[in-house]
C-alpha cells in the first residue's frame, strides 16, 4: 500500500528489509533480526548514494533499520511521533533520534523534554481547501441532512463494518428520511458491503453510500459528515481536530494500547466518546442516534476539537528539517 501511495504522488520509492520482533514467536523473532541486520545494509546503501543532510522518521518497524544506518553515519534524524505514546519501535528509534515531533504535548510523559518539539499532525493538503457546502456537493447531499461518517480505515475494519450491515434496517429507518450513512468499507469487506447495499430498497439506497476506499475524496466525506465512527489511530488526533468532526471512537482491541491513549485524549477534552469494540454492535445505533439528537452537545465537542487543532504540522516539521539540516 505505502508503494501505491508514495508513488501516486510521483515520489521515488525505494524499499527496505525489516520484520517485527516484539509480540512475536521465537522463530518470527529470529527472522527479524536477520532482516532488521539486512535492512540496516539496505538503508545504509541507499544513505550513502543519496547523501541526506536530514532523515525523518515515523512509526513502524519498517523504520528501526534506517534509524539505526542513519545513527551509525551519524546523519541527524528526526523521528516523528503521530500517536501520543510510542510503541517499541518509535521508542527505539526515539533514542537513536536527534529531535523527536510530536502530535500533542501529551508526549511529553513518553519523550524527554530535551528532544521533543511539538509540531502538531500532519494533514495534508486537501484538508486545507474542503469546505462542507463543497464537499455535501461532491456526494450529492442536501444541506439539511444529518450525516453519520463510518470509517473502517484503508484495509477495513470487520468489528465496524459488521456492526453497520447488523444494524442497517436501524440506521435507515424510513422515518428519518434526512439521514445518511455515508461508509467507507475498507477493500477486505467491500463485496459484502457491496450486496447489501444492493438488496436495499431504493428508498434506503439512496440514503446508504458506501465505498470501499477514497483518497483525495476522504477530506470531503469528513467535512460533509455531522458525527464519524472509526478507529482512534493517529489520524484521529490530527484530521478530526483540523475539520471540528464529532466521533465515537471504537480503539482497536487488538493492538499496542496506543489507539486507547489516543481516544482517551480526545474524550478526557470532550471531543469525542468511546465505545468499545465488544459492545459496537448492540450499542452502534443508540450512541449515535442520541449525539445526532443533541446538537449542543456536538457543537460542544466540534469547539473542543478546533480548540485542539496544530493546523500548521507539516509546515512545522518541515521547518524542524530545515533547522536540522543547516
Not at 517485527?20 to 527479524?32: D, E, I, L, T
Not at 465515537?248 to 482517551?264: C, E
Request: charged letters at 20%; a neutral charge; proline letters at 5%.
Amino acid at each position: 500500500m505505502e508503494r501505491d501511495l508514495v508513488c501516486r504522488e510521483g515520489i521515488e520509492f525505494a524499499s527496505i528489509q525489516a520484520g517485527a520482533m516484539h509480540g512475536v514467536g521465537a522463530a518470527r523473532m529470529a527472522r527479524g533480526v536477520v532482516k532488521l541486520i539486512a535492512g540496516v545494509w539496505d538503508a545504509s546503501g541507499i544513505i550513502r548514494r543519496f547523501k541526506p543532510d536530514v532523515v525523518l522518521l515515523t512509526g513502524g518497524f519498517v523504520g528501526v533499520p534506517v534509524s539505526v544506518a542513519a545513527w551509525l553515519r551519524h546523519i541527524p534524524a528526526v523521528v516523528y511521533l503521530p500517536d501520543i505514546e510510542p510503541g517499541l519501535a518509535l521508542k527505539v528509534m526515539a533514542k537513536l533520534a536527534t529531535k523527536v515531533a510530536t502530535t500533542t504535548e501529551a508526549s511529553g510523559q513518553f519523550i524527554p523534554k530535551s528532544k521533543m518539539v511539538v509540531t502538531g499532525y500532519p494533514v495534508r493538503e486537501v484538508f486545507c481547501a474542503v469546505t462542507r457546502e463543497s464537499a455535501r456537493a461532491h456526494f450529492g447531499i442536501a444541506p439539511e441532512d444529518k450525516v453519520l461518517l463510518v470509517v473502517g480505515g484503508s484495509k477495513g475494519a470487520l468489528s465496524i463494518n459488521q456492526a453497520v450491515l447488523r444494524n442497517l434496517a436501524d440506521l435507515l429507518d424510513p422515518r428519518e428520511r434526512g439521514f445518511i450513512v455515508l461508509h467507507v468499507t475498507g477493500n477486505w469487506d467491500w463485496d459484502e458491503v457491496h450486496a447489501a447495499r444492493e438488496a436495499l430498497a431504493p428508498e434506503q439506497k439512496a440514503r446508504y453510500l458506501a465505498f470501499p476506499y477514497l483518497h483525495e475524496d476522504m477530506a470531503d466525506a469528513m467535512a460533509a459528515a455531522d458525527l464519524a465512527v472509526c478507529r482512534s489511530g493517529a489520524s484521529a488526533l490530527g484530521e478530526l481536530p483540523f475539520l471540528g468532526l464529532p466521533a465515537v471512537l471504537v480503539p482497536y482491541p487488538y493492538a499496542w494500547r496506543y489507539q486507547k491513549v489516543n481516544a482517551q485524549y480526545l474524550a478526557e477534552r470532550g471531543a469525542a466518546v468511546i465505545l468499545e469494540d465488544a459492545r459496537l454492535t448492540g450499542e452502534l445505533v443508540p450512541t449515535v442516534k442520541k449525539l445526532l439528537a443533541d446538537p449542543e452537545r456536538l457543537s460542544m465537542m466540534r469547539q473542543a476539537l478546533l480548540g485542539m487543532s496544530g493546523r500548521e504540522g507539516a509546515q512545522s516539521i518541515a521547518q524542524l528539517l530545515i533547522h536540522m539540516s543547516a
